[in-house]
């Protein structure tokens, strides 16, 4: 049980795109579900928490218009990074929980980005 | 703030052999959750063992066992009878708050990596 998924695993995209990432819980219903970032051999640095049907709230210095987060059912929450740039190149890591946070979160695979 | 503190970057243990992986962390907060999480070169973050801090009893998972020590804000993690297959950056995080609802996030330790030597 306790499953989550994310897709893309991989994406390439060109600078100035944007690229779309899904986030399921495919057992278990997520009343949250958070975003990460995380750079080669650190780590993870929170970006957003999403509750279902409600806005995201956003970490200190993550750009909401550039990182948006819908959360539209408790079983999929999306990243989309908006007008790409190389310095967004990284690794993304979606997690799903229960009630709030205060339950254990559940990790997806992650989604390694690289832009042109 | 709560911060949470890996003091060991990088361990290494003979397999078969135990080792413990020490955290502390700082809060002001008297119910709250503590984590270790595994993540292997595959990058996938996998639950190792979870506490809630009202529990006195520490947690205990197959090979995997802490030891708690609230008054200390201590959480350390012994691997017994270690595999290879246990070769990892082990993370420790701590179950804060994020305002006065239900919603809490993880604060995270810098990790250890853990080599498993044949």
């Known amino acids: 049980g306790a499953v989550v998924s994310q897709h893309p695993s991989r994406v390439i995209c060109k600078s100035g795109t944007s690229v779309k990432i899904e986030c399921r819980s495919l057992?278990?219903?997520?009343?949250?579900m958070f975003w990460y970032r995380q750079f080669p051999k650190q780590s993870l640095m929170l970006m957003a928490t999403?509750?279902?049907?409600?806005?995201?709230?956003?970490e200190q210095g993550v750009e909401k218009d550039k990182f948006l987060i819908n959360h539209a059912s408790l079983t999929l929450s999306t990243l989309t990074v908006t007008s790409a740039h190389p310095e967004d190149s990284s690794f993304y890591i979606c997690?799903?929980?229960?009630?709030?946070?205060?339950?254990?979160?559940?990790f997806g695979p992650g989604t390694r980005l690289t832009v042109l | 703030a709560q911060t949470v503190t890996q003091s060991q970057p990088e361990m290494s243990v003979q397999e078969a052999e135990t080792v413990t992986l020490s955290c502390t962390y700082d809060?002001?907060?008297?119910?709250?959750?503590l984590f270790w999480y595994k993540q292997p070169p595959s990058r996938q973050m996998i639950l190792v063992i979870r506490?809630?801090?009202?529990k006195q009893q520490n947690a205990t998972e197959n090979r995997f066992s802490v030891n708690f020590q609230k008054a200390a804000k201590s959480f350390s993690l012994k691997i017994s009878d270690s595999q290879l297959g246990d070769a990892a950056m082990y993370f420790c995080?701590?179950?804060?708050?994020?305002?006065?609802?239900?919603?809490?996030?993880?604060?995270w330790g810098l990790g250890t990596s853990l080599a498993v030597n044949p």
């Open positions: 997690s799903a929980s229960t009630s709030g946070g205060a339950d254990t979160q559940y």
């Open positions: 057992d278990f219903q997520a009343t949250t």
């Open positions: 999403s509750n279902e049907g409600s806005k995201a709230t956003y």
């Open positions: 809060t002001s907060e008297s119910d709250y959750y």
């Open positions: 506490q809630e801090a009202y």
């Open positions: 995080a701590y179950s804060a708050h994020i305002n006065a609802g239900n919603n809490r996030k993880l604060i």
